[in-house]
């Protein structure tokens, strides 16, 4: 592999450097999307320190508000200073004790992910497949789970790269007929695709901040249920990762409030704005408004021509794959789209490189305006 280096700035640019200034996209893709304007503000609030009791009281108003957007009371429900795989690699190693068997739902590239992370943590790793954009059946996993006997199953709520939504319903009864924890990652799901942690039982979820929530990347939701934590509790062997350790986590988000690590503060403040609104909102309304704002971008494709990926019954409201038609050079529209629209769409990752663009609505970017933007620049650049 070959590092680029960029040689060090020399005296006489290094004064003449112009003031940060980023172009204004419309960010459509499959995140970050755009932080609500209120969002941004709040992180411009000056920082105070990571132990002020005001920071604290914020610390556990973010708690309460991610227990009502996941719709779950598990007392361990904090944010993760880093991105979603942050979180993502803290459910894995909180979850695994070395030597577990995990079994994992593959349909797409963050399937995959989880896969690479779990053998990092020494877990005996099982698969299921299916193909991209397809999702799994109740019977299907039933005879995964006889078949391998995890200690976990690890499912991706929202796959990111192929625009499908995995069922959930029943998958955490199956999960305690068979004595195992269910896993579950809701990056794209959280705040704009109806979730129920407890409802639905599941045991270990984390997310992001960049898409269904409205704020910027860095502080990421996770959860465990309070069997996911007893388990913790009783393994015998530290968890491999200090950073990520929810038991020492536990203890800055808890009652001891030592610390742990200087937290992001003024992402935090961000965060608990965007939770905020959507609290304000409403969660069932916020997602209502996703769906409403992602058929209409559905029809809208579809009247000028456009096919879509994914069967609609399993189709995300926060994220829809187009398939790229036959003879476009799908990479050129996206260029034309960020060039001379400044839209941000994603392009296909895996198996659906080349083949499909990921369009995101998702938080405070699921509206119709944006929409037409879209559809509007499409027709101007489409042949
Ligand atoms: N899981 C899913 C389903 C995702 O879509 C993503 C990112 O898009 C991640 C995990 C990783 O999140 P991040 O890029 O914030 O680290």
New binding site residues.
């Given amino acids: 592999m070959q590092l680029t280096h960029t040689p060090a700035i020399n005296d006489s640019q290094r004064r003449q450097l112009a003031p940060l200034e980023m172009p204004p996209r419309l960010l459509l893709g499959?995140?970050p999307s755009n932080a609500h304007p209120d969002v941004l503000q709040a992180m411009n609030t000056p920082p105070v320190g990571h132990l002020d009791p005001a920071f604290l009281a914020l610390m556990d108003e973010i708690q309460s508000l991610l227990r009502y957007v996941w719709q779950t009371e598990n007392p361990l429900t904090i944010a993760i200073s880093?991105?979603?795989?942050?979180?993502?690699e803290g459910a894995i190693a909180n979850s695994i004790t070395p030597g577990d068997t995990i079994l994992i739902g593959v349909a797409?590239?963050?399937g995959n992910?989880l896969v690479d992370m779990a053998g990092r943590y020494s877990a005996e790793v099982r698969t299921i497949t299916k193909p991209w954009g397809q999702v799994f059946n109740l019977q299907e996993l039933r005879s995964a789970l006889e078949a391998h006997r995890p200690a976990i199953l690890a499912l991706?709520?929202?796959?990111?790269?192929t625009g499908a939504r995995q069922p959930l319903l029943g998958v955490g009864e199956l999960c305690r007929e068979f004595d195992c924890l269910l896993l579950v990652?809701?990056?794209?799901s959280l705040g704009g695709v109806p979730l129920f942690l407890d409802e639905w039982g599941v045991d270990l979820a984390?997310s992001?901040s960049?898409?269904g929530l409205g704020c910027s990347?860095g502080a990421?939701p996770l959860t465990m249920s309070p069997r996911a934590w007893e388990k913790l509790q009783q393994r015998q062997t530290k968890v491999s990762n200090w950073y990520l350790d929810m038991q020492l986590l536990s203890k800055y988000w808890g009652k001891e409030r030592v610390y742990h690590h200087t937290a992001p503060i003024n992402l935090y403040y961000g965060l608990r704005e965007a939770l905020r609104l959507l609290a304000d909102e409403g969660i069932e309304n916020s997602w209502q408004r996703h769906q409403q704002t992602v058929e209409y971008l559905w029809q809208e494709l579809e009247n000028i021509g456009l096919k879509l990926h994914v069967e609609p019954e399993f189709r995300l409201s926060t994220l829809t794959t187009v398939c790229i038609p036959e003879g476009v050079d799908g990479k050129e529209i996206s260029r034309q789209l960020l060039n001379d629209y400044n839209i941000e769409i994603g392009g296909g990752l895996g198996e659906l490189a080349q083949k499909v663009w990921r369009v995101g609505l998702m938080g405070y970017n699921s509206r119709k305006e944006n929409v037409d933007t879209l559809v509007a620049a499409l027709k101007q650049v489409l042949p």
Avoid at 156 to 161: D, I, L, P
Avoid at 185 to 188: A, E, L
């Fill in positions: 499959p995140g880093g991105t979603g795989s942050a979180a993502m797409g590239y963050f992910r991706v709520h929202a796959e990111t790269s990652d809701s990056v794209t984390y992001c960049q898409k990347p990421s």
